[in-house]
């Protein structure tokens, strides 16, 4: 049997997968969550992060090892996350990575996490296609090539979509995990009860803003504290959505495109992949489990690199916290 392992630490989850080197089949994804470490603060703590993956990422492997039913022998190839991320994170999952990488003499490759988000939707195939990531960290509009190669068509101008999720989580007192939170209580709400402003109305261009939004459910907060938190965040997902969704819409039409692919933790949105499947357009997505940080993800964004004739990464590559994705070629060597 021939099996990559993917590692991702580049926040708070330790992820340690194994996929089919042959066609990618995802064999085991184990995600460590380090819930009840940042819950306390409310965010994550970075130094805590760290330490946790360091004392986790054994056992995170020992599990995908065994639940995937594989040996070390049949491990032919490691992939890690380079950035972007906690650097202190990254360090833990990409020296872990490249030791095992060395102790076994396999090829090492240094992966860019957005190219793991956008890996997790299984690509290959797809064609000429708009690409939206939605993280934590980065809402970032593409339009994906056949061959992978990417062109920026917008982006947050502010807070990332996943972040507002977690920052209006926090002003309605849901518990860390925010965004989770938030879309499960949305759930019980009425979308139309408190019609928010849609973020950028009216712009030509594809970015996207989140911090007015994110104000204005924090002024309305202020103002009538005993709005129904189930409303509220029924309101501010769709609000969301809506902006996320007609974004898409316009620049498919625009540039002539029937098909979008849909990554990142805000991919596992429920409210979001039913108004992308009324879009009209041609969705590919994630599984849920697979569009929140894993390490599956990155061994299936390496696997082309692991198993082709194109030189991996070398092990002298180092962690790099700001990694922008105009520079994720660099993420490679
Ligand atoms: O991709 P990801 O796991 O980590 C980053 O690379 O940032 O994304 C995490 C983000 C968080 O902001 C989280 O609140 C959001 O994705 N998220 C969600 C949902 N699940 C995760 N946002 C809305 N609805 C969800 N179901
Ligand atoms: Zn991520």
């Given at each position: ?120 939707a ?10 939206l990531?939605a993280s ?25 979509a996943g972040?507002?999720f977690?920052?209006?989580a926090?002003?309605?007192?849901l518990?860390?995990p925010g965004g989770p939170a938030l879309a499960r209580l949305a759930q019980e709400g009425d979308p ?38 189930a409303?509220?965040a029924a309101s501010f997902e769709r609000t969301v959505v809506r902006?996320l969704v ?16 849909v990554a990142g933790g805000v991919a596992a949105n429920v409210r979001l992949r039913e108004a992308l499947g009324t879009s009209?357009?041609?969705v590919?997505l994630p599984p849920p489990r697979l569009a929140t ?41």
């Open positions: 049997m021939r099996r990559l392992v993917g590692v991702d630490t580049s926040c708070d989850d330790t992820g340690v997968g194994i996929v089919d080197a042959g066609d990618g089949s995802v064999l085991a994804n184990v995600v460590l969550h380090q819930h009840e470490t940042h819950g306390p603060f409310g965010g994550v703590v970075p130094e805590r992060a760290s330490r946790e993956h360091l004392d986790r990422i054994d056992d995170a492997f020992a599990r995908a090892l065994q639940e995937s039913g594989s040996t070390l022998g049949d491990l032919v190839g490691v992939a890690a996350t380079r950035g972007p991320g906690l650097v202190g994170a990254l360090l833990v999952g990409l020296s872990w990575a490249k030791g095992l990488a060395f102790a076994r003499g396999l090829p090492f490759a240094a992966v860019h996490h957005l190219d793991g988000h956008v890996a997790s299984a690509v290959d195939g797809i064609g000429r296609a708009l690409c990531i934590g960290g980065h809402t970032l509009l593409l339009i994906r090539e056949a061959d992978g190669a990417a062109r920026p068509l917008g982006a947050s101008r502010d807070d990332a972040e507002a977690d920052k209006v926090r002003a309605l007192g518990p860390f139309d009860a408190f019609p928010f402003t849609p973020p950028l109305r009216g712009q030509s261009g594809y970015d996207f803003s989140f911090s007015g939004l994110k104000t204005a459910v924090a002024t309305l907060l202020e103002r009538d504290p005993e709005a129904p938190a409303d509220v902006s007609g974004t898409i819409a316009r620049a498919a039409r625009d540039f002539g495109l029937d098909t979008v692919i009209g357009l041609r590919v940080d894993n390490g599956a993800m990155i061994a299936m964004a390496a696997r082309a690199r692991l198993t082709g004739p194109e030189p991996a990464s070398d092990l002298e590559v180092d962690a790099a916290p700001y990694l922008p994705w105009a520079a994720r070629s660099e993420a490679t060597t």
